[in-house]
C-alpha cells in the first residue's frame, strides 16, 4: 500500500490478556514510531526504531510494554496484562532520512485499544 | 524532551489570524508541524531545520527561532478548514526521536 497500515482498526479486550498491535511502515522507511493517544491528549511517545540501530524505548510506561520490528519493515506492539489505563488510540509513524535530515513522518490511521 | 505548546486552545471567526508556539528547553535540530482532525490520523505541515527558515503551506507559516529554541505557526486569514488540533514535534538530531507537543486545538467559526 501507499500508506502506513495499522491492524487491527479497533481491539477490544478483556483487562488481563494480551494483545498485539500491528504496524507496516511505508517501504524503504529507516525510521518507524509507536505513540500512543488517549481521548483528547496529545501524542505520547513509546518507542523509536531507527534503521539497525538499538530501539529508543524510552518511552515505554511499563514493561507490559514491548516492541519488535522483523527485518526493518513490520513493527508489532506487544501490551501484556492488558490494564483499563492502557485504553488509548495506539498510533504508528514512518519516515526515511533524505540528504541526511529526516522528511516527514506519515501515520497510519491508529488502532483504538478499548479495555474492559 | 517533550515542547511545549502555547495556547492549548484558541477560536477564531473566518478570515482572522492566530499563531501557535512551540518551545524546548533543549538545542533543536528540527521542528515538525502536525495537523489532526478529529478521529483521523495527524498529516504533515511543514519542517524547519535549525537556521532560522520560514516555510509555507497555503495561509500557514511557520518560523524557527534558534537562539531561543522556539517554533512558531502562524495561521493568516483561517479559513473553516483550518479547524484541528496542532501538533509541533521536535528533534534534537536528525538520528532522534520526534517529541510532540500537547497540542494547539483551532477552531474556526463563520
Known amino acids: 500500500g501507499a500508506g502506513v497500515s495499522q491492524s487491527p482498526s479497533n481491539k477490544v479486550t478483556e483487562k488481563g490478556k494480551d494483545v498485539e498491535l500491528r504496524c507496516d511502515p511505508i517501504?524503504?522507511?529507516?525510521?518507524l514510531y509507536w505513540y500512543r493517544q488517549s481521548l483528547g491528549q496529545g501524542l505520547e511517545f513509546l518507542i523509536y526504531f531507527q534503521g539497525n540501530s538499538a530501539p529508543d524505548k524510552s518511552g515505554l510506561p511499563s514493561d507490559r510494554f514491548s516492541a519488535e520490528r522483523t527485518g526493518g519493515s513490520v513493527s508489532t506492539l506487544t501490551i501484556q496484562r492488558t490494564q483499563q489505563e492502557d485504553s488509548a488510540v495506539y498510533l504508528c509513524a514512518s519516515s526515511f532520512k533524505k540528504q541526511g535530515a529526516h522528511t516527514e513522518a506519515f501515520f497510519g490511521q491508529g488502532t483504538r485499544l478499548t479495555v474492559v | 524532551q517533550q515542547p511545549v505548546q502555547s495556547p492549548q486552545a484558541v477560536i477564531l471567526r473566518e478570515g482572522e489570524d492566530a499563531v501557535i508556539n512551540c518551545s524546548s528547553s533543549k538545542a533543536l535540530y528540527s521542528v515538525h508541524w502536525y495537523r489532526q482532525k478529529h478521529g483521523e490520523a495527524p498529516v504533515f505541515l511543514m519542517i524547519?531545520?535549525?537556521?532560522?527558515e520560514q516555510k509555507g503551506h497555503e495561509k500557514i507559516s511557520a518560523s524557527f527561532n534558534e537562539k531561543k529554541q522556539q517554533s512558531s505557526l502562524y495561521l493568516t486569514a483561517s479559513q473553516l478548514s483550518y479547524s484541528g488540533t496542532y501538533f509541533c514535534g521536535t528533534a534534537l538530531s536528525n538520528d532522534y526521536k520526534l517529541s510532540f507537543g500537547a497540542g494547539t486545538t483551532v477552531t474556526v467559526r463563520a
Open positions: 517501504s524503504g522507511h529507516t525510521a
Open positions: 524547519l531545520l535549525k537556521g532560522g
